[in-house]
């Protein structure tokens, strides 16, 4: 039982205040690391690129 709803808390996004609960420090950290990563790789239009995904999929995600 307890597996089939955490499952569904994952493929489906929580609605509500749930979502804002998590959200803002889970952008910060996505954006961060994302951020490091690309710095390692340090190629300007790939990362230009990559960067612009990665912010579709964090507006996505709200």
Same mark, same amino acid.
């Given at each position: 039982?307890? *597996?089939? *709803?955490?499952? %569904?808390?994952?493929? *489906?996004?929580?609605? +509500?205040?749930? %979502?804002? !609960? =998590?959200?803002?420090? +889970?952008?910060? =950290? !996505?954006? $961060?690391?994302?951020?490091?990563? $690309? ?6 239009? #790939?990362? #230009?690129?990559?960067? +612009?995904?990665? %912010?579709?999929?964090?507006? !996505?995600?709200?």
């Amino acid at each position: 039982m307890m *597996r089939i *709803r955490s499952s %569904n808390v994952f493929t *489906r996004p929580p609605q +509500g205040s749930g %979502n804002s !609960l =998590h959200s803002p420090t +889970g952008k910060v =950290h !996505l954006k $961060m690391s994302f951020y490091n990563y $690309m710095l390692k790789i340090q190629c300007p239009p #790939e990362t #230009e690129k990559a960067m +612009g995904m990665t %912010n579709q999929m964090i507006n !996505l995600a709200d």
